[in-house]
């Protein structure tokens, strides 16, 4: 029955009719009555009637006038007066919104703004609380609204929650796969604005592939260093006392936050590998860990100086000297490298000075009238035969034999032996070369060891070696390798070697 049936006619306008009261219908399990109130109620109404009529919508849902209603029940009467409010096209939407949410196809965006329009509607139908307001009499609770969801509150009110991400935004987003993920579409709308719009833009122009590395580089957006920034950096703080063998961790540094818009660039980040190992698979680029660059930076280099690195790959190193007010010059002969890096390297260091070149970092073709240019190097130079190839340019060291290879190393050290300033002993000034280097292993031939080899090359150039670092590598291949490692007669090589040559 419906108040039309009672009626007999529709009408818009609000009015009193008598109800029967077994009509009355409640919606939602509302607060239990107060039994007292209701008898001390009855007792007034059989003296002097019922002063305010109930309130009740067109499909004679109670609104309003729970304890009159119970006291109307108590007495035994079969009728109450009720203002009838006309909630037809509410009703209609609330069945509308309802079915909706039924669909299994609804993101969760969609879900989430059916759920907000229909408390909107609750709230107009005078059901539901409004916000803002203290007091719920006879209102529908949180609770209530996640029992019908089968949800408890807090996933109701996480199921709600991207509503709140700004309107263009959950425009772009409606129907797309990242939508489908509710606890990333809750975190998008925890960010500001800014952020969110910066985010959406990465997801949906295809420069970022998944949700995750949108947020990171979406919401580091706003760090950005400008002149103002300043150099707060306590050695002793953040190293302790640097020993010569050291374990360095892509740990959470800010930094490493920077690094990765490079690192995990989806088109920098992954390498082709063909190899009897790899198949056709694609592997990741190694990347230096963030706060070893850090070390090598601040610990040798110079404050302010302008320091080179020859294979910059995704120029940690790079970052390390721009974050430590360093100037920085990079090379790599592997374009995307170069044309990612000077986009963040701009985006994030406006007012550094930094220069990067595509070109062969054995050459310097771009500082050939320079010398006594530089105040420092430090450099993690690829391995050879293949053992992590970069690109498919004739340059790439990592293409080369170990002959050929070691041939354009000493190129490298001849043009940074002019480069570099000249250190002096007596006043404790020293411009660094530091090169990052470890071993290759070639069957019955043993090893090669980089740094032997290297320092071979360097002295021959006129370098002197004046420190070692050795830093502990955390590879799994241990565990992997060790019965061959043990048929063999050799241990796992976990280590590098970072040594420092200087010019006197
Ligand atoms: C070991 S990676 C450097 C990794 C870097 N430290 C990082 O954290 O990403 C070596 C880099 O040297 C580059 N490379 C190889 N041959 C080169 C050459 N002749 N000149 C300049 N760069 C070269 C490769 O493209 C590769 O990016």
Known sequence: MTIADIQGSTSSEDSIVQVPIDKIKIRYRLRTPKQEKIEELAESIKTLGLLNPITVDNELYLIAGFHRLNAYKLLGYKAIPSIVKDYSHLHSLLGEIDENLKRASLSHIEIAEHMVKREEVLEKMGLRMISGFNSNKGL??????????????????????????????????????????????????????????????????????????????????????????????????????????????????????????????????????????????????????????????????PEGGRILDPFMGRATNGFACL??????????????????????????????????????????????????????????????????KYSKDERDLSSMSHEEYMERIKSCFTELYRLIKTSKFDEKIFYPVIFKVSHQRRGTQGIIDMDMEFQRVAQECGFVTWDKLFNKLHSPWGTVNWERNYMNKYVQKNYEVNITFIKF
């Open 323 to 388: 974050e430590h007010g360093r100037e920085f010059i990079g090379y790599d002969v592997f374009d995307k490298n170069v044309n990612r890096t000077q986009q963040v390297m701009d985006e994030y260091y406006p007012d550094s000075k930094f220069q990067l070149f595509h070109s062969d970092g054995t050459e310097l073709a771009e500082l050939k009238d320079k010398s006594e240019y530089l105040d420092g190097v430090v450099a993690d130079p690829p391995y050879f035969l293949k053992a992590e």
């Open 140 to 301: 529908i609770s949180t609770q209530a609204l996640a029992d019908e969801f089968n949800l408890s509150k807090r996933q109701y009110r996480m199921k709600k929650q991207p509503a709140s991400i700004v309107d263009d935004v959950r425009d772009d987003l409606r129907h797309t796969k990242w939508s489908d993920v509710l606890m990333d579409m809750v975190k998008l709308s925890q960010q500001t604005p800014e952020v969110q719009r910066k985010i959406s833009q990465l997801l949906i122009t295809g420069k970022c592939s998944t949700f995750k590395r949108a947020f990171v580089e979406g919401s580091i957006q706003v760090m950005r260093r400008t002149k103002d920034y300043k150099i707060d950096f306590d050695m002793k703080a953040r190293w302790g006392t640097p020993h010569s063998i050291h374990r360095f961790t892509k740990s959470k540094i800010e930094l490493q936050e920077i690094c990765n818009l490079v690192a995990k660039d989806e088109d920098v980040a992954w390498v082709k590998r063909d190899g009897l190992h790899f198949g056709e698979t694609t592997i990741p680029v190694y990347g230096m860990a963030a706060d070893h660059a850090e070390f090598l930076v601040t610990y040798y280099t």
